[in-house]
């Protein structure tokens, strides 16, 4: 592996070069120490004169991007390529936020044009992250950013928003010798065939993939954010023995080749397929000369097959970590610092829902769509404790959008599984509630599609519902809507006790 550099959006007009090794600015969004804006650029100069001119931050990582654009204020060494993020709440929608976002980012890092921005989707259940970009959108047109990208979205969510016609350029997602979903899940193979670049973080688990490590006991309180979610990506894997057992593997590789541990973790993630780069943290202080030195090692670093023999022997001790590419932020068990998720639910609308249920009422879900006051229908309705979901197809709600996932039936039945989510959570259940679902297909060749996003959707929260699927229709709502999903719901159901019955009895699984 001798690359430098990597392209992001090479079959655009513009490409985007960046450094392989990314210096992430993670760090300084708190929980290790207070950060200085100006020592904080001036400590950004020893890595730019060492050709890792890239830095990754976002919104919320306290100064990062002022941090960046001091550096630039200052007009001294060479230019820097700032990769950032936008991490929005799902309340926050529409033309004049995109916008605000933007202009708000380009002040702060004090930049003509955003060479990439990135969008973080908190939840899937909530439509707002495809209407803000389709928003971006218009302002990549607009020149005020250059390329898009997207943070920690599954598989198949990724597939849905290409599908819908959006470009983009990148998916930061956690990858590294333990955490192997991006690897082995087909998200690399996909993104190496669409011309998406990943951005791979977490690649040293949070500094616990070093010699510091290797022998030690297992750590009771970890002192940082970064330690506190890469020991829970451990545990998932399999706990503290194993995890040595894989450090005991790269330390083999590692003095083979006369490098640190780290060095050998870095090269196996840069050399595997659509790996743009990998972001390395720093809290920019100090000295970095010997930090930089050790991390360039593995730009030139070759793993050989019995270098790759030793780690996959290692690797196939671990459990596999659970899910896909960013599902430890929002499907138990959850791997984020805190161990739990930022579900943004609102409190005092369910308590309303409840209240009115108590009292015998029901309470109406609207999507938003022009079309329920038109034909007087609603996308949900609870009574007591069932919920019932309106047929739902993927045309957008929002104005400029056609069919969402294109001409791919799992990609639609995608989405519509989420919007279905959505409106069943609104109302006070979960998709673990749901016990029927009603397929209407426009193919019945897609039977199979529809229901591997059925088996993906509901089935990760370990409950089968009843479901019907008639296909072959001559007319599904909507033009080029290929299917149509109703669901049911009651509330509670999923979380009881469940039992699998079978012709021979009691279902053991």
Not at 198 to 223: D, H, N, S
Not at 224 to 242: E, F, H, T
Not at 434 to 460: N, P, S
Request: aromatic fraction near 6%.
């Amino acid at each position: 592996m001798t690359e430098t550099t990597s392209i992001l959006g090479a079959n655009t007009p513009h490409p985007l070069r960046i450094s392989r090794l990314v210096t992430g600015l993670w760090q300084l969004a708190g929980g290790h120490g207070e950060a200085d804006v100006t020592a904080s650029a001036a400590a950004m100069g020893p890595y730019v004169a060492a050709g890792l001119d890239t830095f990754d931050m976002a919104d919320f990582y306290g100064p990062a991007e002022d941090v960046v654009g001091a550096y630039n204020a200052a007009s001294v060494g060479k230019p820097v390529t700032p990769l950032t993020k936008w991490c929005p709440k799902p309340t926050v929608v529409g033309e004049e936020a995109c916008r605000k976002a933007v202009d708000t980012a380009l002040a702060r890092l004090r930049v003509d044009s955003l060479p990439l921005l990135q969008y973080h989707v908190w939840r899937y259940d909530d439509p707002s992250y495809l209407e803000n970009l389709h928003h971006l959108s218009q302002l990549q047109a607009a020149g005020k950013i250059q390329h898009i990208g997207v943070t920690n979205v599954d598989l198949a969510h990724l597939r849905l928003i290409v599908g819908s016609g959006y470009a983009i350029a990148s998916n930061q997602v956690s990858m590294s010798v333990l955490d192997r979903r991006a690897e082995v899940g087909g998200m690399a193979d996909y993104c190496a065939v669409n011309g998406i670049g990943l951005l791979a973080y977490g690649t040293l688990l949070g500094g616990f993939i070093g010699e510091k490590w290797l022998g030690a006991p297992e750590p009771v309180e970890q002192g940082n954010w970064s330690l506190m979610k890469y020991k829970r990506y451990i545990d998932a894997a399999g706990g503290w023995a194993v995890f040595q057992g894989l450090l005991a593997a790269l330390k083999f590789v590692a003095d083979k080749h006369g490098v640190p541990i780290a060095t050998v973790a870095m090269g196996y993630v840069l050399a595997l397929p659509a790996v743009a780069g990998i972001i390395v943290g720093s809290r920019l202080v100090g000295d970095a000369s010997s930090h930089i030195a050790s991390n360039k090692q593995a730009l030139s670093l070759r793993l050989d097959d019995a270098d790759l023999a030793t780690i996959h022997a290692a690797q196939a001790r671990l459990s596999p970590v659970p899910g896909d590419s960013g599902d430890e932020n929002r499907y138990p068990p959850y791997l984020s610092p805190t161990g739990g998720a930022r579900d943004f639910i609102d409190d005092a609308a369910l308590a309303e829902v409840e209240r009115v249920v108590a009292a015998g009422g029901r309470v109406e879900r609207s999507s938003g769509s022009a079309w329920e006051p038109v034909a007087n229908y609603c996308r949900a309705v609870r009574v007591g404790d069932r919920i019932t979901v309106s047929g739902t197809t993927t045309r957008a709600a929002f104005s400029g959008a056609g069919v969402i996932g294109g001409k791919d039936a799992e990609a639609q039945s995608t989405y519509i599984f989420d919007i279905i989510a959505g409106a069943v959570r609104a109302l006070g259940g979960s998709v673990a509630d749901i016990t029927r679902t009603r397929v209407l297909l426009a193919d019945v060749a897609d039977w199979a599609a529809v229901g591997r996003a059925q088996a993906r959707e509901i089935g990760r929260w370990g409950v089968r519902p009843a479901n019907t699927m008639v296909g072959g229709l001559t007319f599904v709502v909507g033009p080029d809507a290929l299917v149509e999903i109703e669901a049911e719901a009651i509330v509670g159901s999923g979380k009881g006790p469940r039992l699998r019955l079978g012709p021979g009895g009691i279902v053991r699984e």
